[in-house]
């Protein structure tokens, strides 16, 4: 603790070198009378100031002395007592001490201090224990061994954040960081990163494996611009209707109470360009609707049926891709830039292998999951292409949504385009993908 007091000292211990008034070193007074600021140890000193003993050395924690008009302290003013420098700092023998110090400091200062962790969380609607969260902890173990801890990750699973468009809200605010989001979620992010999400765009995994290679870079760009970070896309398989009637045909669904996801644009137009009117539900009150009756149609995929527990409601699957599912791991730009260059590398390396893994075991547990429903006794039946009635509804959504803006006419035209090169090259895929 700093105290400071009035002295009247006579400091006859004090010398000077040659030619040096007898004043206190940092002002312009005589000696004898001045203030003096120091540590407590250093107060207690002063009687001794003026002792003629060689030995006697300044406190550690030293002296300072201050006046009305106080001046730097040059090497050749400090003053001695009983030969040796007060100085603050300890009894050093010879004038360069104060340099030393000076450089000592800013040596100190100026060593790299080490980086503070990092934790990143991370909200998800894959309950725990799924393959998607396995993956991520696993992912987020090698990250922390492989940045020596400097990056961790929390998860929220289950959807205990809500649905993307309130984790999106949440991450915005600070209070997470990032989420895996649906195809339609992302759309609160970059419109034209639900592209892949229009009814009956694609007939098969091929002919989606060939559009995603050329598009998939260009919606993580879009992301990014935004101020998101993607990973990459990660395969979530089609979405087949489900119901307790066979859909066959565009009136057979007519007088269903379909659900669609909350914010889910596409879907909700689609299903109202045939007439429907469809009940937008969060995912956490799906089964809750099913069982009273509230909604009697999804359109899920077949792990998304059973994990959920949806498929023990229906009795029918209709055979034929409707949309294609997807998401990805976002994180917020603000959130990563904190990471040091290295540590973001890792972070992309590491999730990038874990969405491309997921990617490819989805869609080994997708024909698992449609074995598991046949053997449940649900039955699978043939969609009835009729010119007036599906095609129709390709046609009415897709310009519907270009109308509204909700996504860009340019990558509907990108999309459109690499779609008709594989069907072109003769590698249709018009074989329902399993």
Known sequence: MIEQRQDCFSPSGLSYDEGEEERCPLCTRV????????????RR???SLGVDSPTERAPTGGVVFVGCRSRVLSANRVPRIGGRFAHGVGSYRGEGWGKGIVLALLCFLLLPLPAAAVTLKIATAAPDGTAWMESFRKGAEEVKARTAGRVEFRFYPGGVMGNDKSVLRKIRVGQLHGGAITGGGLAEIYADAQIYSLPFVFQSLAEVDYVRSKMDLLLMQGLEKEGFIGFGISDGGFAYL??????????????????????????????QAVGV???SLPL???LTGLQTGLIDTVAASGVGAIALQWHTRVKYLTDTPLIYLYGTLVVSAKAFNQLQPDDKAVVRDVFGKVLAQLNAQSRLDEVRARE???????EFVPLKHDNDGWHGVVEQTTRRLTERKVFSEGMLRVLQQHISEYRAGGLSGAAIAR
């Open 277 to 279: 009117h469809p009940v």
């Open 242 to 271: 489900m119901s307790n009637r066979p859909v066959q045909t565009v009136e057979e669904l007519k007088p269903l109470k379909v659900w669609v996801p909350e914010g889910d644009v596409i879907s909700h137009t689609a299903f």
């Open 45 to 47: 000193m002063m009687p």
């Open 31 to 42: 000696r004898g009378h001045d203030r003096f600021v120091g540590a407590e140890s250093s």
């Open 284 to 286: 956490t009150d799906v």
């Open 372 to 378: 598991v429903l046949q053997q449940q006794g649900i």
